[in-house]
């Protein structure tokens, strides 16, 4: 039965509360030290003060260069976490898997993403190992982090792999978020391969996240904000990079490695048919792969902001065929769709344009979750936060 804004309220008050917490795998901060770091440059990525139309100073944000207007507003809803702590509260977020936002370590010459990198995943450790207990969840801590690699041009496979390494002694940081373009050349690079192998024995969950888009020239002339980019950029984006993933067989070579894409994974699930029709029938590529692209998807992870029931159903219906497309046989199933789906806020971002005590962009997310009509309320549970205490090996 499908459910309404209110009912949906309802549920997760008197049923989730009893027996799931809702835990958030998509939401972002710019740790004190990486806001530093941003307000040194003078050129994109940048953080910098400006007189507002308040005639008060004010922070922005630049992430790329030729970015719409002046760029973003920033201030302690990017850092502060009592600002966190306190949206989580207003959405009844018990859990929050935090990550820090693009573009991480991009812009850094080599020696100093890596020691940047090492002092902001010691950071993220103390963000979270101080955060309060989830309430209602003995045993359990409101937020958990990603860390980060010094994944930057130059850098040496060594250096990669002592990051992993040190990741590994953070009991708080459960896996590491990556963007599109590896050390520059891509997801499907080879040089990563050593890396690839670490993350699979770290049991590391992967998380891949857009930063660069897809060109702001085939966005044309007219004046759109950040629509397009945000949109159908970002999207595209993932998309290209796993689908280069895919194709070089990295799935095949580290079948446990655990990936999670941002935003539902672009364009991916419903291209993942053209995809393996157009591998069947180039003879490049039709014997690389052990399995029809589509199988790859069922062993993906995915959040669930994608703020619509249809889209999300969709999603489950991709998963769920998924085994039916091994090389070795299988079937559909509809009871595993939903157990690669977990619930995201893409928090600081997409606030209300106007004073609200809820996001939008948030409830519009609540909602689809609460309307997939071949959910149940156990498949509505595993969504909203059972799959993720699953993935990064959580117990309530």
Same mark, same amino acid.
């Given at each position: 039965?499908?459910?309404?804004?209110?009912?949906?309220?309802?549920?997760?008050?008197?049923?989730?509360?009893?027996?799931?917490?809702?835990?958030?795998?998509?939401?972002?901060?710019?740790?004190? #030290?990486?806001?530093?770091?941003?307000?040194?440059?003078?050129?994109?990525?940048?953080?910098?003060?400006?007189?507002?139309?308040?005639?008060?100073?004010?922070?922005?944000?630049?992430?790329?260069?030729?970015?719409?207007?002046?760029?973003?507003?920033?201030?302690?809803?990017?850092?502060?976490?009592?600002?966190?702590?306190?949206?989580?509260?207003?959405?009844?977020?018990?859990?929050?898997?935090?990550?820090?936002?693009?573009?991480?370590?991009?812009?850094?010459?080599?020696?100093?993403?890596?020691?940047?990198?090492?002092?902001?995943?010691?950071?993220?450790?103390?963000?979270?190992?101080?955060?309060?207990? /989830?309430?209602?969840?003995?045993?359990?801590?409101?937020?958990?982090?990603?860390?980060?690699?010094?994944?930057?041009?130059?850098?040496?496979?060594?250096?990669?792999?002592?990051?992993?390494?040190?990741?590994?002694?953070?009991?708080?940081?459960?896996?590491?978020?990556?963007?599109?373009?590896?050390?520059?050349?891509?997801?499907?690079?080879?040089?990563?391969?050593?890396?690839?192998?670490?993350?699979?024995?770290?049991?590391?969950?992967?998380?891949?996240?857009?930063?660069?888009?897809?060109?702001?020239?085939?966005?044309?002339?007219?004046?759109?904000?950040?629509?397009?980019?945000?949109?159908?950029?970002?999207?595209?984006?993932?998309?290209?990079?796993?689908?280069?993933?895919?194709? /070089?067989?990295?799935?095949?070579?580290?079948?446990?490695?655990?990936?999670?894409?941002?935003?539902?994974?672009?364009?991916?699930?419903?291209?993942?048919?053209?995809?393996?029709?157009?591998?069947?029938?180039?003879?490049?590529?039709?014997?690389?792969?052990?399995?029809?692209?589509?199988?790859?998807?069922?062993?993906?992870?995915?959040?669930?902001?994608?703020?619509?029931?249809?889209?999300?159903?969709?999603?489950?219906?991709?998963?769920?065929?998924?085994?039916?497309?091994?090389?070795?046989?299988?079937?559909?199933? /509809?009871?595993?769709?939903?157990? #690669?789906?977990?619930?995201?806020?893409?928090?600081?971002?997409?606030?209300?344009?106007?004073?609200?005590?809820?996001?939008?962009?948030?409830?519009?997310?609540?909602?689809?979750?609460?309307?997939?009509?071949?959910?149940?309320?156990?498949?509505?549970?595993?969504?909203?936060?059972?799959?993720?205490?699953?993935?990064?090996?959580?117990?309530?």
């Amino acid at each position: 039965m499908a459910l309404g804004r209110r009912a949906m309220a309802e549920f997760s008050k008197q049923t989730l509360s009893t027996r799931a917490p809702i835990v958030d795998i998509h939401t972002h901060v710019y740790l004190p #030290r990486y806001a530093d770091e941003l307000r040194a440059r003078s050129s994109a990525p940048r953080i910098y003060s400006r007189t507002g139309t308040d005639d008060q100073p004010e922070e922005r944000l630049l992430i790329l260069d030729g970015e719409p207007g002046v760029g973003r507003p920033v201030g302690p809803q990017y850092w502060d976490r009592d600002v966190k702590l306190s949206f989580m509260k207003r959405h009844d977020i018990d859990i929050s898997f935090v990550s820090s936002a693009n573009p991480w370590l991009d812009f850094l010459p080599p020696e100093r993403a890596h020691t940047l990198a090492q002092e902001l995943n010691n950071d993220m450790e103390g963000y979270c190992s101080t955060s309060p207990e /989830a309430e209602g969840f003995p045993g359990l801590r409101s937020m958990y982090g990603f860390g980060l690699l010094p994944l930057v041009p130059g850098i040496s496979v060594p250096s990669v792999l002592e990051a992993i390494k040190h990741i590994n002694t953070l009991p708080h940081i459960s896996g590491i978020i990556m963007g599109t373009r590896g050390v520059g050349n891509g997801l499907d690079d080879d040089t990563l391969e050593p890396v690839w192998e670490a993350l699979q024995k770290a049991n590391l969950v992967v998380f891949i996240h857009p930063h660069y888009g897809v060109g702001s020239g085939l966005f044309g002339e007219k004046e759109n904000g950040h629509v397009l980019t945000l949109a159908l950029g970002f999207p595209l984006e993932t998309t290209i990079a796993v689908t280069r993933l895919i194709l /070089a067989g990295v799935m095949d070579r580290y079948p446990s490695l655990r990936l999670l894409l941002a935003h539902s994974g672009g364009a991916l699930p419903q291209l993942s048919s053209r995809l393996a029709s157009c591998i069947a029938h180039d003879p490049i590529v039709t014997k690389r792969l052990k399995h029809d692209a589509r199988y790859y998807l069922g062993k993906l992870y995915f959040d669930a902001v994608a703020y619509g029931t249809e889209e999300l159903a969709f999603m489950s219906d991709i998963i769920g065929r998924a085994e039916a497309y091994s090389a070795t046989g299988g079937e559909y199933d /509809a009871d595993v769709g939903s157990t #690669r789906l977990l619930f995201g806020t893409d928090h600081p971002f997409f606030p209300p344009l106007e004073t609200s005590q809820k996001w939008q962009s948030v409830e519009d997310n609540l909602k689809a979750i609460g309307n997939v009509r071949i959910w149940g309320d156990i498949a509505r549970a595993n969504v909203l936060g059972l799959n993720a205490l699953k993935l990064f090996n959580l117990e309530c």
